[in-house]
C-alpha cells in the first residue's frame, strides 16, 4: 500500500500520510483564523502585500500555489491572482476548497478573482509572460527538527519532499514582462542567484525579495 492516500471525508477531499500521526490534509479558506486574517489584512499588516504592491485589479501570477493562502489573500485584497501548482494532489485540495469557498458570502468575490491551474510554473510562464506581478514562494530546504514548519505546511514538505526545486523556474521568470519579480526566502539567505534584489521586505522570520522590471 502506499503511504500516501487521498480519501473523501464528509464531502470533502483530504490526503492522509499513514507514516504520520498527524491529522490529515485538507484545505479551507473558511476556517475562523484565516477569514480574521483575510478580513484584517492590508498593506501594512501583511508584507506579502507590501513586497508585492498589492491594489485593485494587479495581476499577479503567484507560480507555487501550494496551500493557496497567500494568493488567496491577493484576491481578497482585489489583485487578479492565476495560481500554478505542480502537483497534482495539492492542485486537487485546491480545487476543493476553492469551489467550497464560492459558497461563502464573505469569500466569493475573492473566488471570482482566482485562476488555477495545475501545470508546472516554469511551462506556464514560457506561454504567458507578461505580468505585473510574478511571485514564487518555492519549498525552502528542509530544516532540523527543531525548526520544522508547522502544520500543514509541515505535511506539505513532508509529501513533496522529492521535488525538485533547482532554481530554473526563477531564471524562467526573468525572462518574462514584470513590473515586479517577488521571490519568498528564508530570512538568512545568502545571495547567489542572478541577480541581486533591487528591494526586500522581511520579518523576524521570512523575507521576500523584490526585483524591479519594466
Ligand atoms: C512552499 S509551497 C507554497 C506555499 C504557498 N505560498 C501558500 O501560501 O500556501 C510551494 C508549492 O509550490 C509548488 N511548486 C514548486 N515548484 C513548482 C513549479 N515549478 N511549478 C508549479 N508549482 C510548483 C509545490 O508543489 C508546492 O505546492
Known sequence: MSRYRLSLV?????????????KPLSLSFSSPRFLRRVKAASKNSELLAKAVGSRKGLKVVDCTAGLGREGFLLAYL??????????KVIYFLLLDALNSARFDPDLKEAV????????????????YRSWDVVYIDPMFPEKKKTSLPKGDMQYLQRFLSKEKNDGSLLKMAFRCQFRRLVVKRPLKTVFNEIKNPDSFVQNDKIRYDIYSGI
Do not use: P
Open 112 to 127: 471570482g478573482r482566482i485562476s488555477l491551474y495545475r501545470s508546472d510554473a516554469e511551462e506556464f510562464l514560457s506561454q
Open 78 to 87: 482585489g489583485c487578479e491572482v492565476t495560481l500554478i501548482e505542480r502537483s
Open 10 to 22: 464528509d464531502g470533502k477531499y483530504c490526503l492522509r500520510d499513514s507514516f504520520s500521526s498527524q
